[in-house]
C-alpha cells in the first residue's frame, strides 16, 4: 500500500484529468485507513452532516439523535419553535441519553437519572448530596443549520452556513417544493464498503439499466440520464421518467413533472427528487469498509393520505419499495469492497453519465489537499 503522501499525489493527479480522460481514484482511496482517517479529520469532523429532516421534529419536546464521528448527538425542537443541537452524553459520567428519535418533556439520563430541560440545562440530580451545585452544568450545544427542509449539524465552530453552499443548487430543485416533504421512513444501516462507494453509486444512474432493470429502469431509465456542471459544493444529474408525474399544484411545468434530480451536497448527503417523493442518505465511513447509513425517504405533503390506514399502507409500501432498491445497491457495492482490496485493482475509464463522480473527486482533491500536478487546472 502507498504512504499517504504518494496517495494524495496520485489523487490529485486523477482529479486534474480532463473529464474527457477521466478515471477513477486509485484503489488506495477505497481501502488505506490512514486515508480514511484524513477524510474524518477533513471532512466528518468538521464539515455539516446531515441528520434528518426539520419536519421530523414538528413540535417542542421532539427530538433525532445521531452519531457525528465519535459525538452523540440529539437534535431537538425547542419552546420557542427553534431547533437546538445538543451533545448526548450526560454530565455525570458520560451515558448516552435518548437513543432513536421521539419525543420527551425532559432529558433524563437512563443511567442515574439526572434531568435536563430541553434546552441542555441540568436540572435535576438525584441523591447527590448538599456539596453538588448543579448550576452552569449543561449539555454543550453544537451547530445546526437548515436548507431546503434538510437539517444539518457540525462539531466545527467555524464552517460557514450550508445553506449558503447550497444556495446555488436552490435554484435548481426550488420547483419541487422539497422543504414541502414530509419524512415518512428512517433507516440506519452498516453497509460493508467505504462511503465514497456509496456515494458515487448513488450520484450515478448509468447502473440503471443492468442493476435496477426491473425496479427503476422502467420508470426512469439510463438512456434519459445526463449531468449538468456542478458547483463547489454540490453535484448534479438528471432522469427523464418514461411516466409523468400527477400535476400537484396548478403552475406546474411539465418538465419538472417528467425529470428528476439526483444530488450530492458534499462531504456526505446524497438525495433524489421527484414530486411526490425523495429518498436521501447521510453517510460516514467506520474504517475503509463500512459505511454508516442514515437513509430516508419524503412524501410531498399534498399525497400524505390523512387516514392512517392508508398512511401505515404507503409507508409499508415505501419500505418494501426501497428496501428492495436499498439491496440491488448494496450487492454491487460491496462486491466492490471485495475486489478493491486485491493488488490486481484498477483504475477504470468514466462514461459521460458519470461526470458527477469526477466532480466528486475534485471536490475531495481539493478539500484534503491533494497536490494537483503542475500546469493543472485546480479544483474550486
Ligand atoms: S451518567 Fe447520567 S446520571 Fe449518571
Ligand atoms: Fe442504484
Redesign the pocket.
Known amino acids: 500500500m502507498p504512504n499517504l503522501d504518494s496517495l494524495l499525489h496520485e489523487i490529485g493527479r486523477t482529479a486534474a484529468l480532463p473529464f474527457e480522460q477521466a478515471t477513477t481514484l486509485p484503489t488506495g482511496a477505497y481501502t488505506d485507513p490512514a486515508f480514511t482517517a484524513l477524510e474524518i479529520e477533513k471532512l466528518f469532523a468538521v464539515d455539516w452532516i446531515c441528520v434528518g429532516r426539520t419536519d421530523e421534529i414538528p413540535e417542542p419536546g421532539d427530538y433525532l439523535t445521531h452519531r457525528i464521528v465519535e459525538t452523540p448527538v440529539m437534535v431537538m425542537r425547542q419552546a420557542d419553535g427553534s431547533i437546538k443541537a445538543l451533545v448526548n452524553a450526560c454530565r455525570h459520567r458520560s451515558s448516552e441519553l435518548l437513543s432513536g428519535s421521539g419525543h420527551v418533556a425532559k432529558i433524563v439520563c437512563p443511567y442515574h437519572a439526572w434531568s435536563y430541560d430541553l434546552t441542555g440545562d441540568l436540572k435535576m440530580a438525584p441523591f447527590m448530596g448538599k456539596h453538588f451545585d448543579k448550576s452552569g452544568v449543561c449539555l454543550p450545544e453544537l451547530r445546526t443549520d437548515e436548507w431546503e427542509g434538510w437539517l444539518y449539524v457540525t462539531l466545527d465552530a467555524d464552517v460557514a452556513p450550508i445553506s449558503q453552499r447550497l444556495g446555488s443548487l436552490s435554484q435548481r430543485v426550488e420547483n419541487y417544493r422539497t422543504d414541502e416533504q414530509v419524512n415518512v421512513h428512517r433507516g440506519n444501516e452498516v453497509w460493508d464498503c467505504n462511503w465514497k462507494s456509496l456515494a458515487e453509486?448513488?450520484t450515478e444512474s448509468y447502473?440503471?439499466f443492468s442493476?435496477?432493470k426491473d425496479t427503476?429502469q422502467p420508470f426512469t431509465p439510463t438512456q434519459g440520464v445526463w449531468c449538468e456542471p456542478g458547483d463547489a459544493g454540490w453535484n448534479i444529474h438528471w432522469m427523464d421518467t418514461s411516466r409523468p408525474q400527477d400535476k400537484l399544484w396548478d403552475d406546474l411545468d411539465d418538465a419538472t413533472r417528467a425529470t428528476f434530480p439526483l444530488m450530492h451536497a458534499f462531504p456526505c448527503h446524497v438525495f433524489s427528487l421527484s414530486l411526490n417523493r425523495g429518498f436521501w442518505m447521510s453517510l460516514q465511513p467506520d474504517g475503509p469498509h463500512r459505511v454508516r447509513v442514515l437513509w430516508g425517504v419524503t412524501v410531498h405533503r399534498s399525497v400524505l393520505p390523512e387516514d392512517a390506514e392508508a398512511l401505515a399502507a404507503l409507508k409499508a409500501e415505501i419500505a418494501t419499495t426501497f428496501d428492495a432498491?436499498n439491496m440491488?445497491?448494496r450487492t454491487?457495492v460491496e462486491s466492490i469492497a471485495r475486489s478493491l482490496k486485491s493488488p490486481h485493482a484498477a483504475q477504470g475509464r468514466l462514461g459521460e453519465k458519470e461526470r458527477t463522480l469526477w466532480e466528486f473527486w475534485r471536490y475531495l482533491a481539493h478539500t484534503l489537499g491533494a497536490p494537483a500536478p503542475a500546469g493543472a487546472i485546480a479544483a474550486e
Open positions: 453509486n448513488f447502473h440503471l442493476s435496477h427503476l432498491v440491488e445497491d454491487i
